[in-house]
């Protein structure tokens, strides 16, 4: 059985890819093109990792946050306020974010 987290949807689509947990610039270095970009909340100096990002996912926020306005502006799918991401996925988990529904689930 899998891993699903529940959160807002707040900009649609699918993507997969692999978690990063990102708490500030400091974790620039980490993240890849394609990586899926975990934070309790983005804030603008991360805009250059969540424009790489395949998908975002963060513990708080709601349909304005920043994570919202900017994933929709730029069509990444989205996924805010699941509580507790940060805690319960691990950096190199594989994950399905799906921005429509508001869901999470771990692949592997």
Same mark, same amino acid.
């Given at each position: 059985?899998?891993?699903?987290?529940?959160?807002?949807?707040?900009?649609? %689509?699918? !993507?997969? +890819?692999? $978690?990063?947990? @990102?708490? #500030? &610039?400091?974790?620039?270095?980490?993240?890849?093109?394609?990586?899926?970009?975990?934070?309790?909340?983005?804030?603008?100096?991360?805009?250059?990792?969540? %424009?790489? !990002?395949? +998908?975002? $996912?963060?513990? @708080?926020? #709601? &349909?304005?946050?920043?994570?919202?306005?900017?994933?929709?502006?730029?069509?990444?799918?989205?996924?805010?306020?699941?509580?507790?991401?940060?805690?319960?996925?691990?950096?190199?988990?594989? $994950?399905?974010?799906?921005?429509?529904?508001?869901?999470?689930?771990?692949?592997?």
């Amino acid at each position: 059985m899998s891993l699903y987290l529940h959160g807002l949807p707040a900009s649609r %689509g699918i !993507a997969e +890819g692999t $978690v990063k947990i @990102i708490s #500030g &610039i400091q974790d620039a270095e980490k993240f890849h093109d394609g990586d899926i970009l975990v934070a309790k909340i983005t804030d603008p100096t991360m805009v250059f990792m969540m %424009g790489k !990002a395949a +998908g975002i $996912v963060c513990d @708080i926020g #709601g &349909i304005m946050s920043h994570p919202s306005i900017v994933s929709r502006e730029m069509g990444i799918p989205c996924v805010v306020n699941t509580k507790d991401a940060t805690k319960i996925l691990k950096d190199g988990m594989r $994950v399905r974010v799906d921005g429509e529904k508001g869901t999470v689930e771990v692949l592997s």
